[in-house]
């Protein structure tokens, strides 16, 4: 039987954006300390397992999820955070696109989407996490082209930028985004239109690479 180690745990943010809003994954304790409160997707690391590891065996067993866009986050460390003890925790954020989340649910943690504006009280100090999380994704942005995580393969003008305006809290010129970021070379016309209901054809884009490239900081 694997051993665990009782004083680090791996916890992760997984970000979203579903119905024009951007949204964390929770799962729901089964167990104390907080049973049946809302959480991040975590648990102890296994003996001798090393932390990304363990991240991804969280993001498998408990979120139902693999294959995407993650990294490292931040270290909190362990002294009040967790009832139990002196638990530090290694933390990661995530990002996916709407229709890559949930696609395996693991009922027994019922993973569930909650607004980022709107969140639950939640366990331990996983609040503070996630504010944390959306500094770094923020900040990530400035400087990189992961912002395709978010993105199905196929994408409007529009939704690139409102994307981006739901990460950043606020509105951006759109002849000025649009000018700018054709400029970075990261995205390419298809021979595509997304037909709305109510809006005209709309050309559909796709990122030249969808691997993480570092960029001149973009806003």
């Known amino acids: ?3 665990f180690y009782q004083s680090v745990t791996a916890d992760i943010v997984i970000f979203t954006i579903e119905n024009d809003e951007l949204k964390v ?6 167990k104390k300390p907080f049973k049946n409160q809302w959480a991040l997707p975590g648990g102890f690391l296994l003996e001798n397992e090393p932390p990304e590891k363990a991240a991804l065996r969280v993001l498998r067993d408990k ?15 362990g002294s009040g955070r967790d009832p139990r003890g002196n638990v530090i925790t290694v933390t990661y954020f995530a990002l996916a696109p709407i229709n890559k989340m949930l696609a395996k649910p693991n ?3 019922n993973p569930t989407l909650h607004l980022l504006k709107k969140l639950p009280e939640l366990a331990f100090d996983h609040e503070k996490i996630i504010d ?3 500094k770094r994704l923020r900040s990530k942005l400035e400087y990189t082209n992961a912002i395709y995580s978010l993105l199905p393969k196929y994408f409007t003008f529009n939704h690139l930028q409102k994307t981006y305006e739901l990460i950043f809290g606020r509105k951006l010129d759109k002849r000025n985004f649009r000018k ?10 298809t021979k595509k239109l997304h037909k709305g209901i109510r809006q005209r054809p709309a050309q559909l884009y ?5 691997k993480p490239t570092e960029l001149k900081k973009f806003f």
């Open 107 to 109: 009922k027994g943690q």
């Open 180 to 189: 700018k970021f054709m400029m970075l070379g990261l995205i390419k016309s």
């Open 25 to 30: 994954l929770l799962i729901k304790r089964v």
């Open 132 to 134: 944390y999380a959306l």
């Open 63 to 77: 979120a139902g999820m693999g294959n995407m866009y993650m990294e490292q986050l931040y270290t909190f460390p």
């Open 206 to 210: 796709q990122f030249t690479s969808r």
């Open 1 to 3: 039987m694997s051993k």
